[in-house]
């Protein structure tokens, strides 16, 4: 079993939908928690950072942690075409340093 | 603000051979971390350098080695290619061992 756990999708909304992507993970050890937004060809670009539980907003997009349940989230509200791209949840220990563990992405499509 | 770069983008390569692959840090940054992204699959960690050591190391054979240089640029050393190296390899950066971590858009290595 894969220390997190990220269905691969794909997952096909249309434009101005709410996209909720999610991740399971087993290591309770960890603190850090990202969302990556990777396109074809291209590095993951960093979207959301937290440290340990809660919720962080940023524009459309709300990441949630629930390290009681190992589950975090992503929510992206009114869906455009642009947002089109594979989403990446990636977590590390503290004191881990730049050793991020990743789930193997969620491919999301924004239809017009 | 200067981003992650990294060069080549491209690199086609023949089994048995040895290959470098280079990669400039984020403005500010002074650690760096090499990842191997196989397709279809999240970024999997190879090391992490920070003060031109050394400072952390995932499940990789020893043929993948590293240099960081005073100026915080990076290379990524593979010798003896097999098949299996073909993939995505991802450099990112950040400040003191600590996420979030930004990535450039990698090389594309292909082994033939």
């Not at chain 1, 992503?74 to 075409?81: A, G, K, V």
């Not at chain 2, 971390?33 to 400072?55: D, H, M, T």
């Amino acid at each position: 079993q894969k220390e997190v756990e990220q269905d691969p999708g794909p997952l096909s909304v249309p434009e101005g939908a709410i996209v909720s992507l999610n991740c399971t993970y087993s290591n309770s050890a960890f603190q850090y928690f990202m969302w990556y937004r990777q396109y074809s060809r291209k590095g993951p670009e960093l979207l959301m950072y937290t440290y340990s539980s809660g919720n962080k907003e940023d524009g459309r997009f709300t990441a949630q942690v629930d390290k009681s349940s190992k589950y975090i989230s992503l929510f992206i509200r009114d869906s455009q075409p642009s947002d089109s791209a594979t989403y990446l949840c990636a977590m590390s220990r503290n004191n881990a340093g730049n050793m991020l563990t990743f789930g193997g992405g969620t491919r999301l499509m924004v239809k017009p | 603000e200067t981003g992650v770069t990294q060069s080549p983008t491209h690199l086609i390569k023949t089994r048995g051979q040895q290959v470098t692959l280079r990669c400039s840090s984020q403005s500010g940054h002074n650690t760096v971390s090499w990842y191997q992204q196989a397709l279809g699959q999240g970024p999997q960690f190879i090391f992490q350098y920070y003060r031109e050591e050394e400072n952390g190391r995932g499940n990789f054979p020893p043929r993948f080695s590293g240099l960081q240089f005073p100026n915080y640029s990076s290379e990524l050393n593979v010798n003896a290619l097999e098949l299996d190296d073909s993939a995505l390899y991802l450099c990112a950066s950040s400040s003191d061992r600590a996420p979030p971590l930004h990535f450039g858009n990698g090389t594309r290595l292909t082994v033939t």
